[in-house]
């Protein structure tokens, strides 16, 4: 099985910061590399596929890179709407996600 | 516009069995493969099963092979998860969810339903 790790687990910033996350593949998965956002109590959205292909409707502060096995989420000008979980998962074998970051104020 | 609802959980004891349903509509089910995700409380996302669009394949993570059975009814597009032989850490919401492109699992899960709660307890 391929196993995900992100980093940090959790992470604070302001209103406006840029962040960046980090999710880490045990072998290589190509670009097949997603990103989702989870608020309390709600299902996870989709944010980024194909490690770096911004899913429609999602603003434009998102932006995913990477290949092989190293990937990021970046988060420039953070809104108050963004905090929140952030999950990578791969979809490369059988899919699986990250063990989230929580970002917060 | 799409949607997914989820429905089925409960409380149940251990050792038995509850069978989740997911109901479609707003896109051509047949069209793509549907997978279920959990989420204990208070925890992280669980990928736990994925049916093909065409029914032909199925898979699972190790936690729940051989105890959750997959499959869909694409006359009533619907998706549904069989659960037995529960554990108390199979206590979670399992989500239903969409793959993104048709024909495709490469590309992540676009659609999600609300989830249902699962409660494992004597």
């Known amino acids: 099985d391929i196993q995900m790790t992100q980093s940090p687990s959790s992470l604070s910033a302001s209103i406006g910061d840029r962040v960046t996350i980090t999710c880490r593949a045990s072998q290589s998965i190509s670009t097949y590399l997603n990103w989702y956002q989870q608020k309390s109590g709600k299902p996870p959205k989709l944010l980024i596929f194909?490690?770096?292909s911004l899913q429609s409707g999602v603003p434009s502060r998102f932006s995913g890179s990477g290949s092989g096995t190293d990937f990021t989420l970046t988060i420039t000008s953070l809104q108050p709407e963004d905090f929140a979980t952030y999950y990578c998962?791969?979809?490369?074998?059988?899919?699986?996600f990250g063990q989230g970051t929580n970002l917060d104020i | 516009q799409v949607q997914l609802v989820e429905s089925g959980g409960g409380v149940v004891q251990p050792g038995m069995s509850l069978s989740l349903s997911c109901a479609t509509s707003?896109?051509?089910?047949?069209?793509?493969?549907m997978h279920w995700v959990r989420q204990a409380p208070g925890k992280g996302l669980e990928w736990l099963s994925l049916i093909w669009y065409d029914g032909h394949d199925k898979y699972y993570a190790d936690s729940v092979k051989g105890r959750f059975t997959i499959s869909r009814d694409d006359a009533k597009n619907t998706v549904s998860l069989q659960l037995n032989s529960l554990r108390a850490e199979d206590t979670a919401v399992y989500y239903c969810?969409?793959?993104?492109?048709?024909?495709?699992?490469?590309?992540?899960?676009?659609?999600w339903g609300q989830g249902t709660l699962v409660t494992v307890s004597s």
């Open positions: 969810a969409r793959d993104r492109s048709t024909y495709s699992s490469s590309f992540g899960l676009d659609s």
């Open positions: 194909g490690a770096s």
């Open positions: 707003g896109f051509t089910f047949s069209l793509y493969g």
């Open positions: 998962q791969q979809s490369y074998g059988l899919a699986g």
